[in-house]
């Protein structure tokens, strides 16, 4: 992806057909491309040159329907570009009608997104039209669109098409009536293999449709219904045709009151559906007791699940206690996601015991667990024993300086975790020192996450003394203004990471990943910049 300063340097980058193949112009340059057509304009008259970039996203450049006409006139005549995106911009109606008739002409584009662009009917009946004479068009995004009132004009659609794959309807307020239509085609369709219907306004009765689908539908892999409004009636129903269905891979029902009787639905499918493997559960209102169902299930020697989140649920320490215990024999689950669970010391010492039995668990979230430093002792005890573990992410568990140095004793010696996230979690220079002198010695880590901390002079120039030995880091993420020479050195280590071979070591001094909000951390000090310059560049500031 290239974030550029300029039109002109966009423009540059497209004509020169450099290797890369992504053009990303994110919202960061709007002042350079949104709200001007002649801008759009001149990038598109570029991408009628390009012969290398396939992925184009422009999303959130306020790109009107002037410039979504010069894009699509851009796309009719290259064949390179794959993926369209762009999101959260005003292309309006007439935009979209520009783009339907550029997919009516060309039969390369493989994936369309005009998420959050309000656009009328008489463009879903444009866009009706375009697919059912285009070839190509294997993914549309049509989030927030207004496509709830016009779904009948898609539904036209899918009776003829047999190309498209990937349908993204979510935030459209689409009713229960508009679902029977959908599913109705659903029922006899082969092509579609991933529908969107998040925050919508599917009731109990809608999910009863999707359940009637789902017992004859065997194309469908993934189903995503979170944030509706079904209740536990409809879940019911959905569990049953979960338990008879043979295709579907990925159910999310995150936002879904479950309640004790629909999670205890859910555990009896689990034990005998024999192929979904993604299944998201967050802020579903499990009870300790419908933990104990999920847990249950969990044992089961026949599950084949291999993604589970039961985030920001009221488990209690009863139900963490049960799903914990279910980890000790589960040898399915990969992916596991436990953020916003009250989890404190006791909690960790649970959930510690079990990894160190645990053999498949391999990326674990934990964002917002109340850890503690004690309770960082017991997870950094369970990485001295746990083989599996590639992936730990601890962002905002207040873990301090005591926690930061069990884990990074810990990280001494094991040799199976690539990625350790511990921004947010008031580090002081003295857990960075001790972050420092693990990567001294670790050659195994990939990535480590230090943002949001109060990490500074002698933690940050440890970290960067520490990486003259180490060979293995790729990224390293730290709080800095990306001013002044903070800029100069991010630039110039994107410059080292292209020229990297087998690999790319990037050091970003950025505004903060989770929150988004800039940094509170002042300008590194300057013998630190040096000291991180040098390991890159040998030379003298």
Known sequence: AMASRSVDDVVATVLANTPSSSLSVPCAVRRCVGGSPGAVARIAEALKANTTIKFVDLSSNKITAEGARHIADALKVNSTIKTLVLNDNDVGTQGVLALADMLKQ???????????????????????????????????????TGVGRNLRHLVATLKVNSTLKTLRLSRNNITDDEVHSLVDVLKCTVSIRLLDLDCNEISSWGAKEIASMLRVNNTLKALFLSGNQIATDGVMVLAEALAANKCLKKLSLANTPLEQEGTRAIANALRVNSCLKGLDLRSCRISPEGSRHLAEALKHPGIVLKELDLGDNPLGLDGLGHITEALKYNCSIKILNLGCLHLAEEGARLLAEALSENTSIEHLTLWLCKLGPEGAKHLAKALTTNHALRCLELFSNDIEDTGAEAFAKALQSNT???????????????????????????????AVNCSGNKISHDGLGALAAALECNTTILELVIDGAPTGEGLLIRERVAANVKRHKGGALSLLLAHHPRTGAGSSAAVLPHDVLVAIARLFFNEKL
Not at 117 to 124: G, K, L, P
Not at 417 to 432: E, M, P, S, T, Y
């Open 106 to 144: 060309t039969h390369s584009l493989r994936q369309l997104s005009l998420n959050d662009n309000a656009i009328e009917e008489e463009a879903f009946i444009a866009m009706r039209d375009a697919l059912q004479v285009n070839t190509s068009l294997e993914n549309l995004a049509l989030a927030n």
């Open 416 to 446: 199976a975790l690539r990625r350790f996230d511990c921004d947010g979690n008031k580090i002081g220079n003295q857990g960075g020192v001790a972050i420092a002198a693990a990567l001294a010695v670790n050659n195994t880590l990939t």
